[in-house]
């Protein structure tokens, strides 16, 4: 079976792969900012202008849609092409770990 072309051609900085991530659900700016921080316990916290460049970049590429607006208020979520690229970027976080760990166990060996 021939694999399709991933979507993702670079890793995702850690504010943007959060943002997306948190998007899994509805959310607005200011829950995905709250969601960040309180999920990285503080080791990632996201300002209003990375939030917003990355929600406008996001929407450009088709990874999430505007669900409702009430007021200024703007909800969120990830579309399948988004969805996609979490996975991608899932896995590469995933690959990342494993060859981190078989690092360790050579050094180990050595």
């Known amino acids: 079976m021939k694999q399709s072309k ?3 051609d670079s890793p995702m900085n850690y504010p943007a792969f959060l943002i997306l991530l948190s998007l899994r659900n509805k959310s607005h700016g200011y829950e995905i900012m709250k969601y960040v921080n309180e999920a990285t316990k503080g080791f990632v916290s996201i300002g209003p202008a990375t939030m917003y460049r990355t929600i406008a970049d996001f929407l ?3 990874y999430i849609k505007l669900v409702s607006e009430e007021d200024s208020k703007k909800e969120y979520l990830i579309t399948e092409t988004g969805k996609q ?4 970027q899932i896995a590469f976080i995933q690959l990342i770990n494993k060859l981190s760990v078989e690092g360790e166990v050579k050094n180990e060996k050595a």
Do not use: G, H, Q
């Open 6 to 8: 991933p979507l993702l």
């Open 60 to 62: 450009k590429k088709d």
């Open 85 to 88: 690229v979490l996975d991608e």
